[in-house]
């Protein structure tokens, strides 16, 4: 893994070096590593909290600043939060462990996966499901826009607990259906363009229904912008109810 270097410590280097007189591009000193970039998401509802580990060492709250403990990710929640990380390209051997919750329970590793990466491409790595049979997904996020005028958006079905066609859904934003008959733990990684609003402007509506139908399965809102990539994850278990209930995140990918 590449060594994280302050940005602190190169804006002072940058405004050394203007202020002895090299006229070095300033945006080309805080140019950003490479690497291959990596999201986890965490839905897994009966699951309090996990971390992940890349080539076992843990990866997840790295950026805590000591002596602070790095907290697990929660049910729903990303690591990072916002972007991506930055792995070393090349095969990433993943595995989720639940902490230890006591000084004499030991740490539990849950679901492992290798996932195999290139520089400078973006991956999504997803943990779903419920004791006892846990499952990971990789997506490759690919984050180009075709059209720079339009946001763009994605639904994943992570729903478990059933096969049942109620459980089929269609993504609509703004009252339009912009993607049909997504089946339980299916998806695409494609992302469709939607037209963007400008920038503060009131948050439109994203539902969750059953295909075809008009019932509202879950809600939310969304500011899309213009060169955005957003994914909407319907999660939970079928027929759920508390934590277990099913429900949608959106997670901005950039």
Request: glycine residues 8%.
């Amino acid at each position: 893994m590449k060594q994280i270097i302050s940005l602190t410590s190169v804006l002072c280097l940058s405004l050394l070096i203007l202020a002895c007189g090299d006229k070095a591009n300033f945006l080309d000193s805080v140019a950003p590593a490479t690497g291959a970039r990596v999201k986890f998401y965490h839905l897994a509802p009966d699951l309090a909290g996990v971390d992940f580990y890349v080539n076992d060492q843990r990866f997840s709250g790295v950026n805590t600043v000591p002596p602070a403990t790095a907290a697990p990710v929660s049910y729903t929640n990303t690591f990072p939060n916002q972007d991506y990380a930055l792995v070393t390209p090349g095969t990433a051997k993943v595995k989720v462990v639940v902490p230890s919750s006591t000084t004499t329970t030991p740490d539990a590793t849950i679901a492992t996966t290798d996932v195999s990466t290139q520089g400078d491409t973006y991956y999504s790595v997803f943990i779903y499901g419920t004791s006892p049979t846990y499952g990971t997904l990789t997506l490759t996020d690919n984050l180009t826009a075709t059209d720079p005028t339009k946001a763009y958006i994605r639904l994943l079905n992570f729903v478990t607990g059933t096969t049942d066609a109620n459980a089929t859904y269609d993504l609509v934003v703004n009252g339009t259906v912009v993607a049909s008959g997504i089946a339980p733990l299916k998806g695409t990684a494609a992302f469709v363009p939607i037209t963007p609003i400008n920038y503060a402007a009131t948050a439109i509506p994203i539902q969750v229904r059953p295909a075809g139908g008009s019932a509202i399965i879950a809600s939310g809102t969304l500011q899309p912008y213009a060169g955005r990539f957003y994914t909407v994850l319907a999660r939970g278990v079928f027929g759920g109810t508390g934590a277990r209930a099913v429900g949608i995140n959106i997670s901005t990918n950039r």
